[in-house]
């Protein structure tokens, strides 16, 4: 739904078999980070992860993640969208680190 509104996106499952089941939240990480890509997500226990952040600081890279994973695919795609410009920009400045997409205000880096 990202697709229609104009979003470059790559899907999990294009790259890792099983919608990547089998795989570490660092590796699937890395493999975006390694590419260049923004990442997006709705599971924020990842940003506990000692090799998340790691990999965060490593590569420069971000992970936006809404801030509840109980939307329906609709409000996600909403909520993503309504956020775009800001989590684009977090991108182009290649802030680090893991931020919280909420419904009103701008993504907020989770420490």
Sequence with gaps: ML????W?????SDHFPDDAQAVSDPEWIEY??????????QDERI?????VKALLREYGGCI???DSANLAIQARVARFE??????????R???V???????????????
């Design 3 to 6: 697709v229609n509104l104009g």
């Design 8 to 12: 470059v996106v790559h899907v999990v």
């Design 32 to 41: 975006g980070l390694q590419r260049g890509w923004s990442l997006l997500t």
């Design 47 to 51: 940003s506990t992860q000692p090799a």
């Design 64 to 66: 936006h993640c809404l």
């Design 82 to 91: 309504i956020q775009r410009g800001a989590i684009h920009q977090n991108a």
């Design 93 to 95: 400045d290649r802030r």
């Design 97 to 111: 680190g893991f931020f919280l997409v909420r419904e009103r205000g701008a993504p907020r880096r989770k420490r």
